[in-house]
């Protein structure tokens, strides 16, 4: 059974840092990717990374800002998230995919996380 389950969310001030997790089970992958949702926003690409090459890709807004790795030992990914910025605020998700291709479309992944709450205050 594929599971992916994020961790690592919490209420930061503007200008902090936090680090997700996402610990990926029942299966191997090609790249996975963060996403991210705000109240009443549709849900947005935010950074993916390929599990052999560690190529990465990121949305504008959040390049310089966050990082996306992965330790293949453990199976997990990471969003390195610094400079936090209001908008930055959402339900951020992982998701999984079988193909080493990065993509920042929705429908281009095949499994997804409950998702983690991440909470920016001024």
């Known amino acids: 059974q594929v599971q992916l389950v994020e961790s690592g969310g919490g209420l930061v001030q503007a200008g902090g840092s936090l680090r997700l997790s996402c610990a990926a089970s029942?299966?191997?992958?090609?790249?996975m990717g963060w996403f991210r949702q705000a109240p009443g926003k549709e849900r947005e690409f935010v950074a993916a990374i390929s599990w052999n090459s560690g190529s990465t890709y990121y949305r504008d807004s959040v390049k310089g800002r966050f990082t996306i790795s992965r330790d293949n030992a453990k199976n997990t990914v990471y969003l390195q998230m610094n400079s936090l910025k209001l908008e930055d605020t959402g339900v951020y998700y992982c998701?999984?995919?079988?193909?080493?291709?990065?993509?920042?479309?929705?429908?281009?992944?095949?499994?997804w996380g409950q998702g983690t709450q991440v909470t920016v205050s001024s």
């Open positions: 998701a999984a995919r079988p193909s080493v291709a990065l993509t920042t479309q929705r429908r281009g992944y095949d499994y």
């Open positions: 029942g299966r191997t992958f090609g790249s």
